[in-house]
Structure formats: C-alpha cells, structure tokens
C-alpha cells in the first residue's frame, strides 16, 4: 500500500467521527436527538442582508469574476465597523482582506507567513484551525494554555525562551472557542508589549466579539496603541449577522501581513460571489438591531441550558460571551473521559454534545455545548440529561483512551 500524503500525515485522528457515527445511527432509528454538537447557527439570516443578496443576484454583471481581497466597498464597511465599534481607525486599502470566513483566512496566513519548521504559540483548549492551519503549512507547535491572568504571561516568556527556533507567532481568540473566555484591553496591552520586545506576530481570532451577554463588549487587540505594529485580527460575520454558510470574514491590522495574506490569496481564489460581498456590505452598513436580537436569543438559551441542566444535577458555569458554554463532566463520569461521556450523552439520553478533548489535550475534562437549539429543546435536553447521570450504572463502563484532533 502506498505511503499516505506528507501532510495527512502531520494531521491526528479525528475523535469526532465516533461521536458523529452514533449521532447518525441514533437519527436513523428515529432517535429524536438534541444537538448541542456543531456550533452551527440555527437563525435565520437578517431580511434585509437576503434581499441585497437577491436584488444583487439578478444583475448579470454580478456573476462575473470578483476580487480577491474584497470589493472595496465591503472593506470600506469593515473600515467604518472598527472605527464605530472599536474607535480603530484603518485604511481599507492596504490594512483590510475580505476572507472566506476567519478560518480561510487563518490558513491562509499561516501559509503566508510559515517556514517548515517555524515554532508557532498556540492556545489549547481552542478552535481547530488556529492549531492546524499552521500544522499544514509546515510548522511546529507550542501549546499554551488558555488563560487571560498573569500566569498567560508567565508561560509565554518561558515558550519564548525556551523554544527552538524562537517562535514567529502568537495565536490569541477571545472570546474563546470553546472555553467562552473574554479578554480586557490591559491583557491584550501586555501582551502587544511583549510581542514588540521579542518580535512576535500576533494572530487574535474575534470571530466573536459581538456575542456577549454582560454590558461590557469584547475589545479588539488594536485598541492598544501600536498593537498594528505586530498584529493582524480575523473577524467573521457567521455568528455576528447568523451568516454561516456565506463564508465571508475578514483580516484586519498591520499591512505587511496584510499585503502577504493579500498575496497568498490572489494565487488561490477569485474572492466570494460578488452578491455575497455586497449583501455583506448590507450587514455593516445597515441596521445594526438584529446584532441585538441575535445576542439577546443566544443570551436566552445560555440562561435556560444553566437552569435547567443545573436543576438537572449537571452545573454548568455561565458563559460571558460566545454561543457555547463550556461544561466540566459530571463528576460521576468524569473518570470515563469526555469522548466516552459524549457517546454515552447520545445513547443514553439521545443529547449530542463535543468532548473537550477535540480541542486539545488541555480540554479533557469539560464538554462543549452550542447555544443552537431553541429554549425548548433545551429543557427537554436537561430533562433527558437528569434521567441518564441518575440512573445510570457508570462502574460497568468501559473507558476508552482519546486522542486529540479537529471539529467545527
């Protein structure tokens, strides 16, 4: 048999699949499943962004070839969106990339910016590709893990010092995929300090910045002064306008990285359908009071999951911000492990959910849980969650060592 592909080869089991198997044995059976798995958005796209994308899609002379790095009206709007949002003034030509999503633009740039070998810091638990894009694209890595108090500065001092090669880049997504955690301007001010010191490029994902639940919203890493010196930031318009599936984010900072992603990118792609990106355009220029609605029915569902679930006998701290909420394993199971515990969830209690350990090895112990079903499904999850951690017999399980990989 023929030796498998270098770069397959560099990417680990995906622990996912097991769990995704039983779901779709449990759906055949007619199993009524409640899926808190895929942090996939349930909500339908605000009107008005749909009938810019239709009154768009009927001009012929959309349907041509469009721009790379975006129409420049869309990264004029993404302009005015930091400047109203953040107070962070751009130039929409040289500071600002148009993406297909915040995960291809993470890829990417990693593509853009990595040498075989490079060292790169990253965050562990968190969102796949900001540890794969840059496993693909040749680089080893360094896990830090996930945290926004001092000790986060104490242990990269140490990455740096003791990391050979010294690493090029630091990874930073808050809020957090999965853990919800949310960072201040004074974190992100010691670390914009750190990275000038010891020439890192700072990577900070913010595909979230505008689900939060507390009156304080999520800053941008370039609100610090001279952060742009070493930064670039993803954003993405998924969760913040319930757009998944249009693929359209962006990347946003300092204009040598820019212009290498810029680069990267004019070799690969043609940019998203020019409708897409005008409708986009829609979204940041328009009305703003769906981003409100959105949060407020994400900021429901996380209320009653932390009820309920807790009423349940499962305590689940409340998330600040995301649409996730990052659930320790119920101390009866916690033994088992959160792959074995999320495969029991699906057969036992018809309830998917992702094991933490497929957000790296740091996430063993926790669960996570997405905010996309409605309120009640959400109780009627809690109801069938309290029914399997009492009732079942967890000492005649067998446990099942892990490994860690990819998920959505």
């Not at 796209?45 to 975006?70: C, F, M, N, Q, W």
């Not at 109780?379 to 000492?395: G, L, N």
Request: net charge neutral; glycine share 6%.
């Amino acid at each position: 048999m023929q030796e498998e592909f270098h770069r397959i080869k560099r990417l680990p089991p995906y622990v996912f699949v097991e769990v995704n198997r039983l779901k779709a044995e449990a759906r055949a059976r007619g199993d009524d499943v409640v899926d808190f798995g895929m942090g996939n958005p349930d909500m339908p796209t605000p009107k008005h962004i749909v009938d810019k994308l239709v009154e768009t899609a009927r001009r012929p002379d959309t349907h041509r070839y469009s721009a790379s790095k975006g129409i420049p009206g869309l990264r004029k709007a993404q302009a005015n969106y930091y400047q109203r949002r953040f107070g962070v003034k751009l130039d929409p030509e040289t500071q600002i990339v148009a993406t297909l999503g915040s995960k291809e633009g993470f890829a990417n740039m990693a593509q853009a910016i990595t040498a075989p070998g490079d060292v790169v810091l990253v965050p562990n638990p968190t969102y796949p590709i900001h540890e794969f894009g840059f496993l693909i694209a040749g680089a080893s890595l360094r896990h830090m893990r996930v945290s926004t108090s001092s000790d986060f500065l104490i242990s990269l001092d140490h990455a740096v010092r003791y990391s050979i090669p010294k690493p090029i880049a630091l990874v930073l997504s808050f809020p957090s995929n999965p853990t919800a955690m949310v960072a201040d301007l004074d974190f992100y001010a010691e670390v914009v300090a750190y990275a000038k010191k010891h020439d890192l490029i700072i990577l900070s994902d913010v595909a979230y910045s505008e689900i939060y639940f507390d009156n304080n919203p999520p800053p941008s890493i370039l609100q610090v002064p001279g952060a742009v010196d070493v930064a670039v930031e993803f954003t993405s318009l998924s969760k913040t306008y319930a757009m998944p599936g249009w693929r359209m984010g962006f990347a946003v900072g300092n204009e040598r990285l820019i212009a290498a992603l810029a680069r990267i990118k004019s070799y690969l792609d043609y940019g998203a359908f020019t409708p897409i990106q005008v409708a986009a355009t829609e979204a940041l220029n328009g009305p703003q009071d769906c981003v409100e609605d959105i949060r407020q029915i994400y900021k429901g569902r996380r209320d009653v999951l932390v009820e309920s679930f807790g009423r349940a006998g499962w305590q689940i701290p409340s998330p600040p911000a995301t649409m996730f909420a990052w659930a320790p394993i119920p101390e009866k199971f916690r033994h088992i492990g959160s792959l074995e515990f999320s495969k029991l969830c699906i057969e036992e209690a018809s309830v998917a959910v992702s094991p933490g350990v497929g957000f790296g090895e740091y996430g063993e112990g926790f669960v996570r849980l997405s905010l996309v079903e409605n309120e009640q499904r959400v109780r009627q999850a809690a109801k069938k969650i309290k029914k399997f951690i009492t009732e079942y017999d967890v000492s005649s399980h067998q446990s099942v060592v892990s490994t860690t990989s990819d998920n959505s």
